[in-house]
C-alpha cells in the first residue's frame, strides 16, 4: 500500500523524533525502514531525518534568505593600512602586494612612514591576495581609466624582419626585450606631441622608459640607444610592433651591424607584445595618465621622472610572471 504525502511527513515525524537519541547502527536500521515505508530515495531520507523531517533544498533556501552573520575580520584600521600600503606601492594587483608585504611593512616601520599596532601587523602579514582585491576593489573601480592606442602601421622592410608569436617567445635570458611606444595626444591625435620609448625585458621584468619629441625615426632610435646604455644586461634582441618607427632601414641595419636579433609582431595582435602591453599601462600610464604632452618643457619634465620611476620600479616593485600552464588542473 502506497503511503500519502500526509501519511509519510507524519511517519517521517515520528521517526526524526527517534533518530538522534540513536546510536549509529540503530540509525541505519531506522533509515531502513523509513526508505521501506516512504519509497524515499536513501540519500533525500538522509536529509531528512537530519534536517528534522525538512529536505536540504527548503533548508538551503532558507538559509540564502537570512543575512550571512560573519565577525569582521579586516576592520577600518586593517583597511587603512592597506590601502596606505596600496597607493605607496602603485595600486599594485593583490597577488602581488601580497608577496610584498612583509618586507614592505618592514621598509616603511623602520623608516617611521607607517606605525600599525600589533594586531593590525599581524592581520596584513596573514591576508591573501584574495583578502586585499576584495577590500580594495571600490578604491581600484574609482581610479579605473580606459586606455587608448594610436599605432599607425608601417608597411617598409615588413618582409625582411621576421614575424614573431606570442606563442614562438620563449627567451629566459636576459637581454630580449619588447619594445613600444606610448603616445601623450591627450585624445587628440593631431600634431606634434610626445611620445614614450617603453623597453621590457621578457626574463626579469626590467623595464626602461625614455621620452621623446614625437615618432619620427630619428628620435626613437636615439632613445633606443640611450636605454640601451643603461641596462645592466647587454642588448640581445628587440621585438616589436608594426609601427613605421621601428620597422625602418635604419633600425634595421643597427640590429644587424651590433647582431641583434630583431623580429616584429603580427599586425593587430596585442597579445604578440604583451610584456611591453602591461608596462605600457603599470608604468607609464599610472605614472603620467591620459594628458596632452608637447614641446620641451613636458619633454624635460616627462624623463626627470623616468629617472626616477626606473629606480623605483625595477628595484622596489615586486613582478609577476606565469611559469607554466597545468592543463590538467581543475578549471
Not at 581609466?145 to 599607425?152: A, I, L
Not at 618582409?159 to 629566459?172: S, Y
Not at 625585458?201 to 626613437?220: C, F, L, M, P, Y
Request: a positive charge; hydrophobic letters at 40%; charged letters at 25%.
Amino acid at each position: 500500500m502506497r503511503l500519502t504525502m500526509k501519511e509519510r511527513k507524519a511517519v517521517t515525524a515520528v521517526m526524526v523524533a527517534r533518530y538522534h537519541r540513536m546510536s549509529k547502527k540503530q540509525k541505519g536500521r531506522l533509515l531502513d525502514e523509513l526508505v521501506a515505508l516512504t519509497g524515499y530515495n536513501r540519500w533525500y531520507a538522509v536529509g531528512l531525518l537530519r534536517g528534522d523531517g525538512r529536505s536540504s533544498r527548503g533548508r538551503l533556501a532558507r538559509a540564502a534568505a537570512r543575512p550571512r552573520q560573519r565577525r569582521r575580520l579586516y576592520d577600518g584600521t586593517v583597511l587603512t593600512a592597506l590601502r596606505r600600503i596600496w597607493v605607496i606601492m602603485d595600486c599594485i594587483c593583490g597577488k602581488r602586494l601580497a608577496a610584498a608585504l612583509p618586507e614592505t611593512i618592514a621598509v616603511l616601520e623602520r623608516h617611521v612612514e607607517l606605525q600599525l599596532d600589533a594586531a593590525t601587523r599581524q592581520k596584513l602579514g596573514a591576508i591573501s591576495a584574495a583578502s586585499i582585491d576584495r577590500l580594495l576593489a571600490a578604491e581600484r573601480r574609482r581610479l579605473n581609466v580606459r586606455r587608448r592606442s594610436g599605432t599607425k602601421p608601417g608597411t617598409l622592410l615588413k618582409h625582411q624582419i621576421p614575424v614573431r608569436t606570442f606563442a614562438e617567445w620563449d627567451q629566459t635570458q636576459p637581454g630580449f626585450v619588447e619594445i613600444d611606444l606610448v603616445a601623450h595626444d591627450g585624445g587628440f591625435a593631431q600634431g606634434d606631441y610626445c611620445q614614450t620609448l617603453d623597453v621590457t625585458d621578457v626574463a626579469s621584468g626590467w623595464t626602461e622608459t625614455q621620452a621623446v619629441i614625437n615618432k619620427a625615426q630619428v628620435w626613437v632610435f636615439e632613445a633606443l640607444q640611450l636605454i640601451r646604455g643603461r641596462l645592466p644586461f647587454a642588448l640581445k634582441g628587440i621585438d616589436s610592433d608594426n609601427g613605421s618607427e621601428f620597422i625602418n632601414h635604419h633600425l634595421l641595419r643597427y640590429a644587424q651591424q651590433e647582431h641583434i636579433t630583431f623580429t616584429r609582431g603580427r599586425a593587430w595582435k596585442k597579445n604578440d607584445g604583451c610584456f611591453v602591453e602591461q608596462k605600457n599601462y603599470s608604468v607609464v600610464r599610472r605614472a603620467v595618465g591620459y594628458a596632452r604632452y608637447e614641446g620641451s618643457g613636458p619633454l624635460r619634465l616627462l624623463n626627470e621622472l623616468y629617472a626616477h620611476l626606473r629606480l623605483y620600479g625595477n628595484f622596489f616593485q615586486p613582478v609577476m610572471k606565469l611559469i607554466r600552464k597545468d592543463a590538467s588542473a581543475p578549471r
